[in-house]
């Protein structure tokens, strides 16, 4: 199973600033989701976006998907210091079988008050 | 709502030494699933039960083993604990093995001496 990548690693805003992070994979998905993760804490489903669908809204979460491109972005409108956490992609690839969830290795967002 | 609870929350283990982490649901989900989570790696899916009766090996299963003990619960036994185990476990579960977002618990950390 493939793993979603996102970019950047790390990202570092002052608070009311919007937030942008992104997720590249390789191979056709059935869905891409997003999660978050406060330090120290478990993971928190966020938005599920499937192949056939170009954006979704969750509150002051967006989320886009280009098939063509591979890739996915999350934005955050006007952060928070509460935002502060882990981001990360996950990948559902729709080969026929597959239950798996794969995890990218995350951004780490700071929101600075 | 409890959601997913994990047991324990803190666990230190001498090598060799046996241990079960504990998981329960009280969403009446049908699938569940156990993952770790190590520095720079992401998260990475151990064993998964799509259904109750059901598991399967996911990308590192080895030196680990599983029990879907009714449709609630899903326990992962380490039978002889080695260092590379030291991580944080997390289970989660999902409606079903589709287009569904996971519950994740607190998480479990474990270090093995």
């Known amino acids: 199973s493939q793993q979603g990548e996102e970019d950047p690693q790390a990202l570092s805003i002052q608070e009311g600033e919007n937030a942008t992070m992104n997720c590249s994979y390789k191979?056709?998905?059935?869905?891409l989701q997003w999660y978050r993760q406060n330090s120290g804490r478990g993971l928190v489903h966020l938005i599920l976006i499937r192949s056939n669908e170009r954006e979704k809204h969750s509150g002051r979460l967006r989320v886009t998907l280009d098939t063509s491109k591979k890739s996915s972005s999350l934005l955050i409108t006007a952060s928070r210091a509460a935002d502060t956490a882990s981001y990360f992609c996950a990948i559902r690839d729709s080969g026929a079988g597959s239950y798996q969830l794969t995890f990218g290795k995350g951004t780490k967002l700071s929101v600075i008050p | 709502n409890a959601g997913v609870t994990q047991t324990p929350k803190f666990q230190v283990l001498k090598t060799g030494q046996s241990m079960t982490l504990q998981c329960a649901q009280d969403m009446n989900h049908n699938s569940m699933y156990w993952y770790r989570q190590d520095p720079g790696m992401g998260l990475r899916l151990i064993y998964y039960s799509a259904s109750e009766g059901t598991t399967d090996k996911g990308e590192v299963p080895n030196g680990y083993n599983v029990s879907r003990l009714n449709k609630r619960e899903f326990s992962l036994r380490l039978e002889s604990a080695a260092p590379s185990q030291t991580s944080v476990y997390f289970c989660a579960s999902s409606p079903g093995t589709g287009g569904y977002g996971y519950t994740f618990g607190s998480g479990t950390r474990l270090t093995v001496v």
């Open positions: 191979t056709s998905i059935n869905n």
